[in-house]
């Protein structure tokens, strides 16, 4: 069964930063490739970024490159969002996917508010 547990919400200040987690397990996390989701209050689902199944390529949305970076640990079936330079706009849940497969996790609440 894949299980995609996601991780580090919370709240942070304007200007913040946080990394969210995501462990996953129930497959070969080494093979397959990673997005982050994020669905912000009142709004649909926006497609944040993905990763490759070897790290070696991103791509971001507009609306967060050069601020968040995407990164995974084979070794330790994780994903990983670097989240800097956070703006009331970032506020959402978060949610760790497998869009290729249609799986995602429960998702984690980050509050960007001072």
């Known amino acids: 069964e894949v299980r995609l547990v996601e991780s580090g919400g919370g709240l942070v200040q304007p200007g913040g930063s946080r990394t969210l987690s995501c462990a996953a397990s129930?497959?070969?996390?080494?093979?397959?490739?990673m997005t982050w989701v994020r669905q912000a209050p009142g709004k649909g689902l926006e497609w944040i970024s993905t990763?490759?199944?070897?790290?070696?390529?991103?791509t971001y949305a507009d609306s967060v490159k050069g601020r968040f970076t995407i990164f995974r640990d084979n070794a330790k079936s994780a994903l990983y969002l670097q989240m800097n330079r956070l703006d009331p706009d970032d506020t959402a849940v978060y949610y760790c996917?497998?869009?290729?497969?249609?799986?995602w996790g429960q998702g984690t609440q980050l509050t960007v508010s001072s």
């Open positions: 996917t497998i869009l290729s497969l249609g799986e």
């Open positions: 129930g497959f070969t996390f080494s093979t397959v490739t």
């Open positions: 990763i490759n199944a070897g790290g070696g390529t991103t």
